[in-house]
């Protein structure tokens, strides 16, 4: 560590950490080695995620729950097994809560969908409101839109304030007695800001409303004990937490789970099946039709074994020195806005900024040439940069690997990026 780095406290050990990672010793552009600055997009995979994907389809690869024989036991038992590590990762109550599905904008269609065929109470109809908020992404916004089209439901939504945060002061206007699902982000993927999950819970408990939380930015980064957010749902994805892809969470509380409808039918959610009606098995296996997402749910358990391992608590002070050291050293920019919350604390480590009048396309280009890998776009989270007046920002974000030197290279590499365009 550099003597610019010595009053940073909480890091991990990097240098071991990073060892785990193949693709972190890439080179690019005139053997430049990859500063891997988009975890919030998707996080790099370590060996031993690798080594369990591998082993899954070398040893094991069978369909799983009607085999008999030996391979097909020992599929259904990783597939298993890995809903009993993620139901211990965000302390579920009940293995059977936990629902796999291909990545956390299906397990947000799922409930949106759940509620718009379910019967009383929970059944969202042209005489109800949904609220959400403008800095969702889109996963999150679009599945609530449709419903609202299909139902005639209320869409109804929460502000920003000018420093990226909800605006709740019309709290008893957006969240209603008419109100039957609250569904927003724990943390954004463009601003980076933290949320005020009780009282929005709080609010939404007083009016009997339904609460899904996308956790996708949140699972991967910190603690997130369902039982201590009291939602009803929770969404995350597997391949931003050092996962696969085609791997994504539902969690939902098991009564709600008993009583609302599936989304999808086929095999395996089914408990008998006749010429003139089906009845469904009992859930997680009501919303899982068809062959599973086996190897990838595997190697989300193995995911769920290398962070665990480590620790989520170290990995959040972790981020948080680094996104502290990152939100300092962009402010020493000329001309770079960053877009959100302007000091570290109740912030994650994702931090979108623009730079002059240079569009951000160009910056991730210019950067690019210097190995740097960064996001540009409105991340699909269109009507946060509406609401900034902004077509587009640079997004850089930071996980368990990423370092101080890594920060430094993106502030000298804007630099070059602002030198490049005069």
């Known amino acids: 560590m550099t003597s610019a780095h010595q009053g940073l406290t909480g890091l991990l050990d990097t240098e071991a950490i990073r060892k785990d ?3 972190l010793d890439r080179v690019v552009h005139d053997g430049k080695k990859i500063v891997y600055l988009d975890s919030a997009a998707t996080s790099q995979k370590p060996r031993q995620v690798l080594d369990a994907l591998n082993a899954y389809y070398e040893r094991h ?9 030996t391979v097909a036991e020992e599929a259904t ?3 298993e097994g890995a809903r009993d590590k993620v139901a211990a990762f965000i302390n579920a109550p009940s293995r059977d809560e936990v629902i796999f599905t291909k990545n956390a904008s299906e397990s947000l269609n799922l409930v949106a969908n759940m509620l718009g065929w379910a019967d009383e109470p929970y059944r969202v109809d042209h005489e109800t409101e949904i609220a959400i908020t403008e800095m969702e992404h889109h996963s999150n916004i679009v599945p609530w839109q449709l419903l609202a089209q299909r139902t005639g439901a209320k869409l109804k939504w929460f502000g920003l304030t000018d420093d990226g945060r909800l605006d709740l002061s019309n709290i008893e206007e957006v969240i209603t007695e008419k109100t039957k699902i609250v569904s927003f982000t724990l943390v954004s993927n463009l601003l980076g800001t933290f949320n005020p999950v009780e009282t929005i819970i709080r609010r939404a408990q007083e009016v009997g409303a339904l609460v ?6 949140a699972a991967p980064h910190m603690v997130v004990d369902v039982q201590a957010l009291q939602a009803d749902f929770v969404a995350f994805t597997g391949h931003k937490m050092c996962g696969p892809t085609g791997i994504g969470v539902l969690w939902g509380r098991q009564e709600l789970l008993e009583d609302l409808p599936p989304f999808l039918g086929g095999g395996e959610m089914i408990e ?3 010429m003139h009606s089906s009845t469904y098995a009992p859930a997680p296996h009501k919303f899982e039709a068809g062959t599973p997402p086996i190897a990838q749910a595997v190697g989300l358990g193995a995911a769920v074994d290398y962070l665990s391992a480590i620790g989520m608590e170290n990995i959040a002070r972790h981020e948080h020195a680094i996104t502290e050291y990152a939100v300092r050293r962009l402010q020493e ?5 960053i877009i959100g919350p302007t000091t570290a604390e109740d912030r994650g480590a994702a931090i979108s900024f623009t730079l002059g009048d240079i569009h951000p396309h160009d910056v991730g280009q210019v950067l690019d040439e210097q190995g740097i890998a960064v996001r540009v776009g409105h991340h699909c989270a269109r009507p946060v940069c509406l609401r900034y007046g902004i077509p587009a920002t ?4 930071f996980y368990l690997y990423s370092t101080p030197a890594e920060v430094d290279a ?4 804007l630099e070059h990026v602002r030198n490049f365009f005069g």
């Open 21 to 23: 990672f193949p693709l």
């Open 394 to 397: 640079t997004r850089a974000s």
């Open 61 to 69: 690869n069978a369909n799983v729950h009607r085999g008999v024989y």
């Open 333 to 337: 920019v000329p001309d770079l806005r």
């Open 410 to 413: 993106l502030v000298e590499g």
């Open 77 to 79: 038992a990783l597939y």
């Open 272 to 274: 008998t099946v006749s």
């Open 212 to 217: 899904c939380i996308d956790a996708s930015q």
